[in-house]
């Protein structure tokens, strides 16, 4: 340890001995306002393995507190934005795998957040899965939230079960790992989403398939024809029949489509048109060997 021991024998008698042993200084512990020491980047926990980055939107302090308690227990972890405006900033500064998004917030409400993150508005990722908080339960505002590009919606207070099974079912659905491609289809997973045995999913993979298809073509005659409105009401019903199938790509496709329809947003409609028809060709190529 760097220290010394040695004895001295005194005139009086006996033996004395001393050491000396070189010891840090121990950090005092923080009390009542003040700050716990800093930890260099080495020493601060590690993210935890599978772990994803959660952006909660918020600007009620009590509210923000429960949801990263939540986030916490879910083993996740957290980032702060509390105007909707700063949320669009940190998601173009950085990733996310999943955004908590309240409603009635400064500068940009929830709706105009969402709708700003579909269009593509300078964020890395347009298509990132977004959960609307909101204190009203009203189907009104449920279906506003879904068509402005929401992914789900959870009601206040947050009840713990309701927001991680929602969030989890979503963090499933999120991007793949690093350097892989998404799946093009997960008929197993949406089969146990439906809760239907293999016989009975064959035939609604079937119906969806010619639903998706049929629905695609009069979505085509739609747009040639300028008529949006058309169009965002076939992305909604197109939406469930590609969910069934396990085409979770082209229903996140179709969901954002439909959001940019509604605005009346032509240039992303236009981009998100082109790629929903290279992914469903892609569907069908799988699908049907030979035909697509």
């Not at 009203?136 to 789900?152: C, F, I, N, W």
């Not at 747009?223 to 229903?251: F, I, P, S, V, Y």
């Not at 409609?269 to 060709?281: G, I, K």
Request: hydrophobic fraction near 40%; include cysteine.
């Amino acid at each position: 340890m760097g220290g010394r021991i040695w004895a001295e024998s005194p005139a009086r008698g006996g033996s004395l001995f001393r050491f000396l042993v070189p010891l840090k200084r121990a950090e005092r512990a923080p009390g009542p306002g003040r700050a716990a020491p800093e930890t260099s980047a080495a020493e601060r926990p590690k993210k935890a393995s599978g772990a994803k980055r959660i952006l909660v939107v918020e600007d009620n302090p009590a509210n923000i507190k429960v949801a990263q308690a939540h986030i916490k227990a879910m083993g996740h972890e957290n980032a702060v934005a509390t105007t909707g405006k700063q949320a669009l900033s940190m998601l173009a500064a950085e990733p996310f795998d999943l955004v908590l998004m309240d409603i009635g917030l400064p500068e940009m409400d929830g709706f105009e957040a969402i709708e700003a993150i579909r269009a593509g508005n300078n964020v890395l990722d347009p298509r990132v899965p977004i959960i609307v908080l909101s204190a009203h339960a009203l189907t009104s505002v449920k279906e506003k939230s879904l068509r402005a590009g929401a992914d789900g919606f959870l009601t206040k207070p947050i009840d713990f079960e309701s927001m991680s099974g929602l969030l989890q079912t979503h963090l499933d659905r999120g991007r793949p790992p690093e350097g892989r491609a998404p799946a093009l289809l997960d008929r197993e997973q949406a089969r146990q989403r439906l809760g239907v045995d293999a016989e009975d999913f064959k035939d609604i993979f079937e119906t969806s398939l010619a639903e998706l298809t049929q629905g695609l073509s009069e979505l085509n005659a739609a747009l040639r024809t300028g008529d949006l409105a058309e169009a965002a009401r076939l992305c909604h019903r197109l939406k469930g029949a590609a969910g069934n199938m396990g085409a979770d790509a082209c229903q996140g496709i179709l969901s954002h489509l439909e959001s940019a329809a509604d605005r009346g947003d032509l240039e992303p409609v236009q981009r998100l048109h082109s790629e929903l028809d290279r992914e469903f060709a892609r569907v069908l190529a799988q699908v049907r060997p030979g035909q697509a």
